[in-house]
């Protein structure tokens, strides 16, 4: 009885270990990951950056990568949003303190493949500016700029 009861256990063993071996393994990735959270880069002093897309940004699902960057905004700001790149067809989204989109620009007004866009803020808060790229054309530099217009 003893022997039947010791290699009923024997077999199950194998599995208890597996499973714990896969139960450590996946505690693991998730606490290495607590570093890695989604923390846009903030805007410099002078709402102006030269920076560039690469493949370790946010991947689009499009073949294309993102980038975001953190601006303070106050209700009545009326912005301009200015995104330039040679490298890829360039497209800019400005999403709430919510994280919807608040407005969003392709192709600007000169007929390139650049991005501009004019919006009113209606609400103060934390907003990100995303700058990515259309389709597969992915990386490369690029030049943003946030200017709050001023009314003359």
């Known amino acids: 009885m003893i022997n039947k009861s010791i290699a009923a256990l024997l077999i199950k063993l194998p599995i208890i270990a597996v499973t714990l071996v896969t139960f450590i393994s996946s505690t ?3 606490s290495a990951q607590k570093g890695r959270l989604y923390n846009p880069i903030p805007l410099p002093a002078s ?3 030269s920076d560039a897309l690469t493949e370790r940004d946010i991947p689009t ?4 990568f993102a980038r975001d960057y953190m601006v303070k905004l ?3 700001d009326n912005l301009a949003v200015d995104l330039s790149s040679d490298s890829f067809d360039s497209i800019i989204t400005l999403l709430g303190p ?3 989109t608040v ?3 392709d192709d600007g007004p000169d007929g390139s493949s650049n991005s501009l866009l004019f919006t009113r ?4 808060g934390n907003y990100v500016v995303r700058v990515r790229s259309f389709g597969e054309t992915g990386v490369g530099s690029f030049r943003l700029k946030v200017t709050r217009l001023r009314p003359i």
């Open 28 to 30: 693991t990735s998730v």
């Open 47 to 49: 709402n102006q950056v």
């Open 61 to 64: 699902g499009q073949g294309g």
């Open 74 to 76: 106050n209700k009545g």
């Open 98 to 100: 919510d994280g919807t």
């Open 103 to 105: 407005a969003e620009n």
């Open 121 to 124: 803020i209606t609400e103060s």
